[in-house]
T-cell receptor, first 115, second 110 residues
């Protein structure tokens, strides 16, 4: 149980393109979803936390207009990187949980490469 | 602030035991977690321990918790090449979200 599906797994696109990444909880209701960014050989950096039906809470230094997060249902959250540039190239990982003290379950990540 | 610390690298020989250590700061953390990340993949929940426990064993994995010293360890018995990965420990400080350590890169040598 507790499967989180993240799609796509890899995106390569031109500078200026907007890219949408989906995160779905397949067998549980995700009251909270998280979006992380991971640079090579580094730990996870939390970008934002989203609760179903409300606006996402962004971490300091993360541009909310650049990284649009929508959590419209208990099983789906999306991250849209708007007008992506090469410096946005990274590994993006989502996670979801169904309660405050519950474990986070992670998707397999999306490797985004902006040319 | 909250800070979770881990050593960054560990090398062991195949068949030996691996011990990955972690220190955390918030004594009110209810659960403490261990995650595994293989190259190019997301994080896989390995195990977790409730804060009122000292030890939890699950097949080859043993988690030890020293709450007084805020020290958590993960022991992998009979380490295999498939155990090569990055291992993250994580805590949930009071009413906050997960705080992850920097990860320990485990290399298993033949």
């Amino acid at each position: 149980g507790a499967v989180v599906s993240q799609h796509p797994s890899r995106v390569i696109c031109k500078s200026g393109t907007s890219v949408k990444i989906e995160c779905r909880s397949l067998d549980f209701q995700a009251t909270t979803m998280f979006w992380y960014r991971q640079f090579p050989k580094q730990s996870l950096m939390l970008m934002a936390t989203s609760n179903e039906g409300s606006k996402a809470t962004y971490e300091q230094g993360v541009e909310k207009d650049k990284f649009l997060i929508n959590h419209a249902s208990l099983t789906l959250s999306t991250l849209t990187v708007t007008s992506a540039h090469p410096e946005d190239s990274s590994f993006y990982i989502c996670s979801a949980r169904d309660g405050f003290n519950q474990p986070q379950h992670f998707g397999d990540g999306t490797r985004l490469s902006i040319l | 602030g909250e800070d979770v610390e881990q050593s960054l690298f560990l090398s062991v020989r195949e068949g030996d035991s691996s011990v990955i250590n972690c220190t955390y700061t918030d004594s009110s953390s209810t659960y403490l977690y261990w995650y595994k990340q293989e190259p190019g993949a997301g994080l896989q929940l390995l195990t977790y321990i409730f804060s009122n426990m000292d030890m939890k064993q699950d097949q080859r994995l043993t988690v030890l918790l020293n709450k007084k010293d805020k020290h958590l360890s993960l022991r992998i018995a009979d380490t295999q090449t498939g155990d090569s990965a990055i291992y993250f420990c994580a805590e949930i400080p009071s009413r906050q979200n997960f705080v992850f350590g920097p990860g320990t890169r485990l290399s298993v040598l033949p």
